[in-house]
């Protein structure tokens, strides 16, 4: 079962921060954000283990509740070129790399000048 | 160049003609899985190798087959395409956690 995403959209001005919430049914052994720009294969952004860590990459931070299945995808202070749609992916059970991933259906995410 | 490509980039064929879509990967990874892109639906697992020879069914394997007779390469069968299959494929390999995607394949079937 496909992870719920929300929101769907979302559409910012440049500077503005935003919160992309992945929720799952399953316990969950890891969770994975992709982003994906208009016409292009989606990008690995950062993974998620277990252990309610939380991990960064440049201005955008993550987090990840065990107990509740849910990972948050923070973006702080936005640039035009984090444009695109975000994808978390789910891997339930002991995990053992990225190869049964389950992904959510995307959040779009538009930032204006 | 570290890459995983993908051929054709575009394909529109009829219903019922077969048709493979190769995908193939130059890094050595030994997980390798494809993917079909629908809007509104995310990205959806169609099937994965964990290695040569062992494959094993995603979310959505009906209608598609695959093979993996050596690492690099990881071809997408269609023994008989319905329009239900048009869609943007995408090829990923990936060595512990980060996949690494294709370029993807845009395929309409008529």
């Known amino acids: 079962q496909q992870p719920v995403q929300s929101p769907q959209a979302v559409i910012l001005r440049e500077g503005e921060d935003a919160v992309i919430n992945c929720s799952s049914s399953k316990a969950l052994y890891s969770v994975h954000w992709y982003r994906q720009k208009h016409g292009e294969a989606p990008v690995f952004l950062m993974i998620l283990l277990k252990g309610g860590e939380q991990k960064g990459h440049e201005k955008i931070s993550a987090s990840f509740n065990e107990k509740k299945q849910q990972s948050s995808l923070y973006l702080t202070a936005s640039q035009l070129s984090y444009s695109g749609t975000y994808f978390c992916?789910?891997?339930?059970?002991?995990?053992?790399?990225?190869?049964?991933?389950?992904f959510g259906k995307g959040t779009h995410l538009i930032i204006q000048p | 160049e570290a890459q995983v490509t993908q051929n054709p980039r575009y394909l529109i064929t009829v219903t019922g003609k077969k048709l493979t879509v190769t995908c193939s990967q130059n890094?050595?990874?030994?997980?390798m899985s494809w993917y079909r892109q629908d809007p509104g639906l995310g990205l959806r697992q169609i099937y994965y190798s964990m290695n040569v020879e062992v494959t094993d069914k995603g979310d959505v394997p009906e209608g598609y087959k695959v093979s993996r007779k050596e690492k690099r390469n990881f071809p997408l069968i269609l023994e008989s395409p319905s329009p239900n299959q048009t869609s943007l494929y995408f090829c990923?390999?990936?060595?512990?956690?980060?996949?690494?995607f294709g370029p993807g394949t845009r395929l309409t079937v008529l």
């Open positions: 990923a390999s990936s060595w512990g956690h980060e996949q690494f």
């Open positions: 992916g789910t891997e339930s059970g002991s995990g053992g790399g990225a190869d049964g991933l389950t």
């Open positions: 890094m050595n990874h030994e997980y």
